[in-house]
């Protein structure tokens, strides 16, 4: 079974480094440290976590516990607190949430192993018992277009916001194949190879293209899934159009 991946949420630099070196020594993928809580919906869709460990203060426009009521609630995706305050106003909002746990900081590593597996099993348990595709759930309630592909870049899912946006109406979307959409198919396919070659942690693969049968222009990111042996298995690709 592959590893489980968790997503940081630490404004401080050194801090966040450091955590993902211990996570990693633990075997955990961390596939990116986020500063802002802003940021977290995005990368949610882009690396699919199974567990996130955020920091409640944060700089940006919401802190570590309004992130986690967006996160609970649209995303379904667990998360830990992490503090260096325990106080009563604190705890009182993070109880308020539906957190897996609450470590303060400092915090010894037997603590965090402890700690993230007892989060991680709890949500395997949960979503076994529940049944539900909590991915495709979130993507549907994206307000960006998102395509999920296989490896060759056949398209399995489309969100309503990419239904809407690539040509041709919301039909015949399952099924095709993405270069199929634009100008430049080749082209597609290549950025497709590119993205499949990305290490974890790396910039998706980005490239704008043309619409075909129109000079409308999408701009393209897109992020692999990989097996347990480092094998593009399939394509999250985030849409970006002007309109």
């Not at 992130?67 to 909002?93: H, K, N, Q, W």
């Not at 060759?152 to 916001?161: K, P, Q, S, W």
Request: aromatic share 10%; net charge negative.
């Amino acid at each position: 079974m592959s590893e489980a991946v968790i997503l940081i949420v630490e404004d401080e630099a050194l801090a966040g480094m450091e955590l993902r070196e211990t996570l990693e020594k633990f075997g955990y993928r961390v596939p990116e440290v986020l500063k802002r809580g802003e940021d977290v919906p995005e990368s949610i869709v882009v690396h699919k976590p199974d567990l996130i460990l955020m920091d409640i203060r944060l700089k940006g426009f919401q802190d570590g516990i309004e992130t986690a009521y967006m996160v609970g609630g649209e995303f379904d995706v667990p998360f830990i607190f992490l503090s260096a305050y325990s106080d009563d106003e604190t705890l009182s909002r993070a109880l308020e949430t539906r957190a897996y746990g609450y470590l303060v900081k400092p915090f010894d590593e037997k603590t965090l192993r402890t700690t993230l597996e007892l989060a991680l099993r709890r949500s395997r348990e949960y979503r076994e018992r529940e049944d539900t595709d909590w991915y495709k759930k979130a993507l549907s309630r994206f307000p960006r277009p998102v395509l999920l592909t296989d490896a060759y870049g056949r398209i399995n899912f489309a969100n309503e916001a990419a239904k809407n946006s690539l040509p041709g109406g919301s039909d015949g979307r399952v099924g095709t194949a993405i270069h199929m959409f634009f100008n430049e198919p080749s082209a597609v396919t290549d950025l497709l190879a590119e993205a499949g070659a990305l290490r974890l942690g790396s910039v998706a693969a980005k490239k704008s293209f043309t619409f075909k049968g129109s000079d409308k222009q999408a701009k393209l990111e897109v992020n692999p899934f990989k097996d347990d042996e480092g094998r593009a298995v399939g394509f999250v690709v985030l849409v970006c159009t002007d309109s």
